[in-house]
């Protein structure tokens, strides 16, 4: 009984396969091109109605969607692999804390970063949409770059979040190519460096930034 990652190569999907790779589970990764605006077509509305991977669909065929909702659902299912704290602990309550922000204050803001015409008002220009959400990614990725404790996000060890902000970091496209992550983030940079060396993820994060 395997997992099924609905997703692209670059996209959201990494942070789905990663934690599951991290989990030592079985998976098939079904392409769904965002350069090719497969995410509108019919079959994968179906899957998700708001047209956005990743999609995760359970070994007993339940679909999840939403980024943070998928890679709690792995942690949850793979307890031993320790993905986050004991449950009610205070590094718990963390991780919650800070990957809700990921995943309402900062994702948002990628999406008005890679289509701002979605958000323009019809006929007007989208750049200044763009570079207003750029420069809220950076003071929102620079809020994560103070809470990151080193060596992982949280001071108990690797979780999750390290794996979600090490994909943040990493999308340099929708981050504004000129804006200098490396001296900008560099706790979350050398973060990802470490998140791309674990063994479970380096194939993962070759796929996904390196070749892809
Ligand atoms: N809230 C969603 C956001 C997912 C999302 O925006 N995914 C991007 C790819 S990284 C996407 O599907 N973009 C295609 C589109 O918006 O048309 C989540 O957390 O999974």
Do not use: C
Request: avoid cysteine; charged fraction near 20%; hydrophobic fraction near 45%.
């Amino acid at each position: 009984m395997s997992y099924t990652i609905f997703g692209d190569l670059g996209s959201g999907a990494f942070s789905a396969e990663a934690v599951l790779a991290e989990a030592g589970a079985p998976y098939a990764f079904h392409e769904v091109s965002l350069e090719k605006n497969e995410q509108r077509k019919p079959e994968f509305l179906a899957i998700n109605p708001s047209g956005k991977i990743p999609a995760l669909r359970l070994p007993e065929g339940e679909v999840i969607t939403e980024s943070a909702g998928i890679l709690l659902t792995i942690a949850d299912h793979f307890p031993s692999a320790h993905l986050l704290p004991p449950q009610g602990s205070a590094e718990r309550a963390k991780a919650y804390r800070w990957l809700a922000f990921m995943a309402s204050e900062i994702y948002p803001m990628v999406e008005i970063s890679d289509y701002p015409e979605r958000f323009a008002p019809e006929g007007a220009p989208a750049e200044a949409l763009r570079a207003q959400a750029r420069a809220r990614l950076h003071e929102r990725m620079g809020i994560v770059e103070r809470f990151h404790a080193g060596p992982w996000f949280l001071p108990s060890g690797f979780s999750i979040l390290d794996i979600y902000a090490a994909m943040f970091s990493r999308w340099r496209g929708s981050l504004g190519r000129d804006w200098p992550v490396e001296t900008r983030l560099p706790r979350l940079v050398a973060l990802s460096a470490d998140v791309a060396a674990r063994p479970a993820i380096a194939p993962v994060w070759q796929r996904h930034f390196v070749r892809g």
